[in-house]
């Protein structure tokens, strides 16, 4: 559903979607913090907060079937945010300031990529070339 949405270059109806997928993520990695899964009640704060997944306790996070979705899912609110971002009409759901920021914290796409190292190379290369090519827009 979120690539169907992409594609139509629905981005601001990918934003509960994300936040449903955000949810869901953080109760598989055994995150049970209320506040990291905000997004998902009412009126969401600060929506860049999907941009992130909070990395595992243990180094070697081997679990393929678990790693394939957060890296897609990663890289889904990548793309959703830099269209977001870029976009005129969308500019109070987030600033063009706050998301160059928020790729560099932790539990970015880009702090996970060590973590991918059990998923097929041709994957993880799909899913930094995507991201790379939709910030280089």
Do not use: N, Q
């Given at each position: 559903m979120m690539s169907k949405l992409l594609v139509l270059e629905m981005h601001v109806s990918t934003l509960?979607?994300?936040g449903h997928m955000h949810a869901r993520l953080l109760a598989l990695l055994g995150?049970?913090?209320?506040k990291a899964s905000a997004y998902c009640t009412s009126t969401p704060k600060s929506?860049?907060?999907?941009?992130?997944?909070?990395?595992?306790?243990?180094h070697s996070l081997a679990?393929?079937?678990l790693l394939t979705p957060i890296s897609t899912y990663l890289m889904h609110a990548i793309i959703s945010f830099?269209?977001?971002?870029t976009s005129?009409?969308?500019s109070t759901i987030i600033t063009a300031d706050s998301f160059p920021t928020a790729l560099a914290e932790s539990g970015s796409l880009l702090?996970?990529?060590p973590y991918f190292?059990?998923?097929?190379?041709?994957?993880?290369?799909?899913?930094?070339?995507?991201a790379y090519t939709m910030l280089t827009k």
């Open positions: 509960p979607f994300l995150e049970h913090d209320p929506p860049v907060c999907l941009l992130f997944l909070p990395l595992p306790m243990m679990d393929a079937v830099t269209r977001i971002s005129s009409s969308s702090t996970w990529v190292v059990s998923l097929p190379r041709k994957h993880v290369g799909t899913t930094l070339t995507r």
